[in-house]
């Protein structure tokens, strides 16, 4: 037998036999080489259809999420990838333009993720607010918390640091709601099981958290609850 392993990110997934039938002899420096790239089309062909399957999900993914905004009574802007700092840069184009009568913001995951501190967090979100207040005035954000997944299990601290310091913003200003869904998404110190296969996106049971929560937040606000969070 001659056997070959197949990774797939830099974990074994299986590993490739070959036996040879007849008289006992060394497998030749071609033989294995053969080996070798029959092993490295396979890992190519299971990391295809991996990526496949991810494309998939992350349709159904975005698909969740604006039918999570789908009958809100003001267009739904999203930004797929984006930072707090690509919100303000295409404020005029995202936001104001619209004349929203209340704002569900999302963003600062991406930019733990790209080495920003919890401080250049808070910071661009309070820069946010400001260009909010001078096209808006009072119109209500409700911000959600960042959240948690398996994927940036490495930024779990960080998350939690600009989630409190967001929180404790949200407490001195009336017009700023936080929508704390991180908790919600944690069971025993760890993320749910409620990502796709990537680990980083939600499934629909993710959503369903992010639902109620909004659910609730706009409720207590009494705030008219869309048709699609009752």
Known sequence: LIDSPIHVNGELQGV??????????????????????VANLVTLAIVQNQASLMRDELRETNARLRALFATARNTCRTRSGAAISDVNYYF???????????IVFYAGENDINSGNSPEDVFVEFTKFMEKKSAALA?????????????????????????????????????????????????????????????????????????????????????????EICD
Request: aromatic share 10%.
């Open 16 to 37: 490739l036999s070959i036996e040879r039938v007849g008289p006992h002899s060394a497998w030749s420096s071609v033989q294995r080489l053969f080996t070798h790239a």
């Open 92 to 102: 005029d184009r995202l936001v104001s333009r619209y004349t929203p009568r209340e």
């Open 138 to 226: 009072d119109t209500p954000v409700y911000f959600i918390s960042i959240k948690p997944s398996v994927a940036r299990a490495g930024d779990f601290d960080a998350q939690s640091r600009a989630n409190r310091m967001l929180s404790d913003y949200a407490k001195r200003r009336t017009d700023l709601t936080f929508v704390d869904i991180a908790s919600r998404m944690m069971e025993n110190g760890q993320p749910k099981a409620i990502f796709v296969s990537d680990r980083l996106h939600m499934s629909a049971a993710g959503y369903e958290i992010w639902r109620t929560a909004l659910s609730e937040a706009f409720r207590n606000n009494n705030m008219q609850v869309p």
